[in-house]
């Protein structure tokens, strides 16, 4: 009779254990910021942060990458199309005579060395691609949120 009612004690206790109540300002206030947004588990982020915060943290990844294509891409294009414009005036005004036949045998070996370096390297490119494709299936919001940030940078 008396292990029955221990029993039953034991498992009243348990059940107080089971529901315990968390101050939620308490446990903000004990835990640092960059705990909760780097947090000590390794899951899916989907896991550990709400949408909202998934959203923002890729909507802000994704302008900061779009911005840097942006300006990175201007300077870029200015150059190759300065340089081009530069070797054209040279060329029409006589500084530099162009051989456009050696170009054009150069080009066809370009063409076949791409060819045949194109089928060696698609395993690399497709377990990247499949990679890829699965970060975003697991990581949906922060990759949505991500490509709208992006967009919103290149047109910024």
Known sequence: MAERQREDQGDAES????Y???????YARSHQWWSRLFGTNSGPIAEKYSV??????????????GYLFQRVGKI????????FLLLQIANHS??????????ETDVNKAKKQLKKKANTAAP?????????????????????GFVGGFLLGVAS
């Open 15 to 18: 059940e107080d254990e089971a």
């Open 20 to 26: 315990e109540v968390v101050d939620l300002t308490e």
């Open 52 to 65: 909202a915060t998934q959203i923002m943290m890729g909507g802000v990844t994704g302008w900061c990458a």
């Open 76 to 83: 870029a294009a200015t150059a190759a199309g300065g340089g």
């Open 94 to 103: 006589g500084y530099v005579q162009v051989d456009w036949k050696k170009v």
């Open 124 to 144: 690399e490119i497709n377990t990247f691609i499949e990679e890829a494709t699965a970060f975003v299936k697991r990581n949906v919001v922060v990759s949505s």
